[in-house]
C-alpha cells in the first residue's frame, strides 16, 4: 500500500530523523503548524505504518565494534524454499546488522559489525559457513563511512 504524504508530513519526517525525541509542541513550532495538527498529521504517519518506530542511533566505534565488513553469498539453488531457509538462518545471528536479497552474482549482500578480525574470523567459520546451501561467501571491508542517511531522499 502507498501512502500518500505532502510537503508538511515530508518535513515532520525530515525533522524526527534529526531528532526523534523533540516533543509535539517542538515540532509543530519547528514545520509551522499549531500543536493539535501536528499531532493529529503524527499519529497519521504513526497508524499507516510510514514511521515505523523510534530508536536510538549506537554509534558502533564507540560500542567496540570497530569492524564492518559487507558480505556477498551466493547460494547454491535460488529457489524460495533455500532463499527461505537462509534467511531465516542469518537473521539469528547478531553480527549481521543488515540484510538484503539482491539482483545479480550475488544473492544476498550482508552488513556484519565485529569488535575486530578474530571475530569476523570466528562468525565466518563457525556461522555463516556452516549454514547450508551457501556457495560462496566475499567479503569486503568498510574503511570508514562518509555518507549515513535514514532519512528520506
Known amino acids: 500500500?502507498?501512502?500518500?504524504?505532502?510537503?508538511i508530513d515530508r518535513k515532520m519526517l525530515r525533522a524526527l530523523c534529526e531528532d526523534g525525541r523533540m516533543s509535539v509542541v517542538q515540532l509543530a513550532e519547528l514545520i509551522g503548524?499549531?500543536?493539535t495538527p501536528c499531532k493529529r498529521r503524527l499519529q497519521r504517519l504513526e497508524e499507516?505504518?510510514?514511521?515505523?518506530?523510534?530508536?536510538?542511533?549506537?554509534d558502533r566505534k564507540?560500542?567496540?565494534?570497530g569492524i564492518t565488513a559487507f558480505v556477498s553469498v551466493e547460494l547454491e539453488?535460488?529457489?524460495t524454499e533455500e532463499i527461505r531457509k537462509f534467511q531465516k538462518q542469518v537473521a539469528l545471528f547478531e553480527e549481521v546488522v543488515t540484510g538484503a536479497l539482491?539482483?545479480?552474482a550475488q544473492d544476498f549482500l550482508l552488513e556484519v559489525a565485529v569488535e575486530g578480525l578474530e571475530e569476523y574470523e570466528t562468525f565466518l567459520q563457525a556461522k555463516l559457513m556452516k549454514v547450508a546451501g551457501v556457495?560462496?561467501?566475499?567479503?569486503?571491508f568498510a574503511l570508514?563511512?562518509?555518507i549515513d542517511r535514514d532519512r528520506l531522499p
Open 135 to 140: 556457495r560462496a561467501v566475499r567479503s569486503r
Open 77 to 79: 539453488r535460488q529457489d
Open 1 to 7: 500500500m502507498t501512502i500518500t504524504i505532502d510537503d
Open 48 to 58: 499507516t505504518g510510514l514511521i515505523a518506530g523510534y530508536s536510538a542511533t549506537i
Open 102 to 104: 539482491m539482483t545479480g
Open 144 to 146: 570508514r563511512k562518509f
Open 62 to 65: 564507540a560500542a567496540g565494534f
Open 33 to 35: 503548524l499549531s500543536p
